[in-house]
């Protein structure tokens, strides 16, 4: 979709009752996008998980290559949601830098955490290398600050990270080699870590769907789940058609769009809307003025701004979050004030696509992962870290059905309190 975008017509695409992709760039540039079939007639299963984005897809691949029967389910396409409209940043970490997580929790479980979501970098590097995920991963992400305080937290924890943690992909990065690198002068400074990178969030979920399926897990789209229900011989999973699963086991990974499926854990969540742009095509010379190094960018505000090339070198432009959605902002628009906010010599840019998504948000901004029964996991809000966090959860909620649980422990240990008026706020979603 092109140019002043009309967000009545995402909305529309959105909410298709044939579950079309939203009109995004990232729609538009798929590789290899299967259509996989309406749930119709009942089946039994070991596990039944739902939700088809990345926590949805990274489970079930991962239980297939242990052996389990696996049934995915998902209401709309293979990442529909978050998993396929993100900024693509696959980023080192939680919301919270490692002090302040130490602080929370003390050094040893602040250490799990920390190893955690190494460990899940690395998993989505296995995940493309193995599946040969065409999925344009570039190395790279780039912390900036816009003010001279953030700025000292950035170069703190990169020191921090470096001496504590023998992180030593990350460094601080002063003003003027920001302005070098981003052809701005926005930002007092930054840090850049290596071992974080970005890619095509789509094609990434694509490829693990066809992972999933070639692993032998049956994927059905177009299949919203209308009711679970424990039963003394299992669980029943309904969805719209009628049809129901039978399974041992049940993985909620719905995320923001659990809407009042389960509302045990749905009310440690609110989902909230980001926006994206992409530009027309730059030159080659125009796009390494932007971003010389290619990396992904992300600054220090509060509705932050977040940025990066994509393989044909236009400009993805992120950010601005709402709690409640607004019917009327023009995407476009709204994001080109932003992007000439950093770049004023972008006046005369395109804008090609524009879309937004939601993303699930916990009151701690750390992950909601745990039981709802011995045999019903869920895993939820990720607060915008998790790319490559839900990919590792996925690994570790298979391991955990498989009888290892110390990883699923040390996540399902963070403590969580429901939104007030959380059903309230989220109704306005749903």
């Not at 992709?21 to 998980?49: M, Q, W």
């Not at 799990?112 to 193995?130: C, D, G, H």
């Not at 086991?249 to 742009?277: G, Q, T, W």
């Amino acid at each position: 979709m092109r140019t002043r975008i009309s967000l009545v017509l995402v909305i529309q695409s959105d909410s298709s009752p044939e579950s079309h992709h939203t009109n995004s760039y990232y729609a538009a540039t798929t590789i290899g996008l299967r259509s996989y079939p309406k749930f119709k007639e009942s089946e039994r299963c070991d596990v039944c998980v739902i939700g088809g984005g990345f926590t949805g897809l990274s489970t079930a691949l991962n239980l297939a290559e242990l052996g389990y029967d696996t049934v995915l389910l998902e209401a709309q396409r293979v990442g529909w949601g978050a998993s396929g409209r993100n900024g693509g940043q696959v980023g080192t970490g939680m919301h919270w830098s490692q002090q302040e997580l130490e602080n929370k929790f003390g050094d040893e479980q602040a250490s799990k955490f920390w190893n955690i979501t190494e460990l899940a970098k690395s998993e989505v590097a296995k995940r493309i290398s193995r599946h040969q995920i065409a999925c344009d991963f570039k190395p790279g992400v780039l912390a900036t600050a816009v003010t001279r305080k953030a700025a000292a937290a950035l170069e703190k924890n990169a020191i921090y990270l470096q001496e504590h943690y023998n992180h030593a992909a990350i460094r601080y990065v002063r003003s003027d080699e920001v302005s070098d690198m981003l052809g701005t002068s926005s930002y007092f400074g930054g840090s850049l870590d290596t071992s974080s990178g970005h890619f095509h969030p789509l094609n990434f979920a694509i490829g693990l769907a066809r992972a999933a399926t070639d692993a032998g897990v049956r994927i059905y789209e177009t299949s919203p789940v209308r009711t679970y229900h424990k039963k003394s011989d299992g669980n029943s999973v309904e969805t719209n058609s009628g049809a129901e699963v039978r399974a041992r086991y049940v993985v909620f990974a719905c995320n923001a769009y659990i809407d009042r499926l389960r509302a045990k854990f749905s009310r440690y969540i609110i989902p909230i809307e980001s926006m994206i742009v992409a530009t027309e095509p730059l030159s080659a010379k125009r796009a390494s003025e932007l971003i010389r190094d290619d990396v992904a960018v992300y600054d220090s505000k509060f509705c932050l701004d977040y940025y990066r090339l994509s393989a044909d070198k236009r400009l993805l432009f992120g950010g601005g979050e709402a709690y409640i959605p607004n019917l009327n902002v023009d995407v476009a628009r709204t994001m080109k004030r932003r992007i000439i906010a950093v770049y004023p010599q972008l006046t005369d840019i395109r804008i090609d696509y524009a879309w937004r998504g939601k993303i699930a948000i916990t009151t701690s901004r750390l992950p909601s992962i745990g039981r709802l029964y011995p045999d019903v996991y869920y895993a939820q809000g990720f607060s915008g870290h998790g790319v490559a966090l839900t990919n590792m959860v996925g690994k570790i909620l298979a391991e955990t059905i498989a009888g290892t649980a110390e990883q699923f422990d040390v996540l399902a240990s963070i403590p969580h309190r429901p939104f007030p008026g959380g059903r309230v706020i989220a109704g306005q979603f749903m």
